[in-house]
């Protein structure tokens, strides 16, 4: 079936620094690729449509200049938290249609950690 | 924003018990409805999707009553390999927008 990788699957930081979060479609190409953050005990919250070849869409309340999103081919869609804060530690996932009957595959997630 | 509700649990169970999730939403427009599987600390897995005419799919049957805008999930013959967080999810999704809404999930404990 399909899979999306996702890495780093954790990573802790200093505040003030950038992390960058990987997700690559392995054999299928993700036209449109999906990021949301998940807090403890909370649902899954999208943060942003990344389409390839064009800017993302953010959900109301997402800072764009912070949650930078760079999706330049159909394989490959990057999440990168600048200037991180301990208010960001948070689960990430990447998430991809496959285009198959029921397509949203998941990454594996990436747990920040904010020091 | 539209919002997908689940039972809050946790819910602790018997090895072999049967155990019911409910699940409402309110987006009368949503088109597709699915349940995952979120185990701790991993991502959200597709447990199976759910149709008007319910489906089963070994232990597991899904419902959909789509005036009520409800949807279940019942787990019979529960295994300890079953305690996870069960997250109802709700695809409004339509031609040039996207619309997935999870739900916080349900906790399930199934105790030996």
């Known amino acids: 079936g399909a899979v999306v990788s996702q890495h780093p699957s954790r990573v802790i930081c200093k505040s003030g620094t950038s992390v960058k979060i990987e997700c690559r479609s392995l054999?299928?190409?993700?036209?449109?690729m999906f990021w949301y953050r998940q807090f403890p005990k909370q649902s899954l919250m999208l943060m942003a449509t990344?389409?390839?070849?064009?800017?993302?869409?953010?959900e109301q309340g997402v800072e764009k200049d912070k949650f930078l999103i760079n999706h330049a081919s159909l394989t490959l869609s990057t999440l990168t938290v600048t200037s991180a804060h301990p208010e960001d530690s948070s689960f990430y996932i990447c998430?991809?249609?496959?285009?198959?009957?029921?397509?949203?595959?998941f990454g594996s997630g990436t747990r920040l950690t904010v020091v | 924003r539209k919002e997908v509700e689940q039972d809050p649990g946790p819910f602790n169970v018997p090895e072999g018990a049967t155990v019911a999730f409910n699940c409402t939403y309110s987006n009368s427009a949503s088109q597709s409805f699915f349940w995952y599987r979120q185990d701790c600390r991993k991502e959200p897995k597709l447990l199976m999707s759910?149709?008007?005419s319910g489906n089963e799919d070994g232990r597991f049957t899904a419902q959909l009553n789509r005036a009520s805008q409800y949807i279940s999930l019942l787990i019979r013959d529960s295994k300890l390999s079953d305690s996870a967080t069960y997250l109802c999810?709700?695809?409004?999704?339509?031609?040039?927008?996207?619309?997935?809404?999870f739900g916080k999930g349900t906790k399930l404990s199934v105790i030996p």
């Open positions: 054999d299928f190409q993700a036209t449109t």
């Open positions: 990344s389409n390839e070849g064009s800017k993302a869409t953010y």
């Open positions: 999810v709700v695809d409004a999704s339509g031609a040039g927008s996207y619309q997935l809404t």
């Open positions: 998430s991809a249609q496959t285009g198959e009957t029921y397509g949203y595959t």
């Open positions: 759910v149709y008007s």
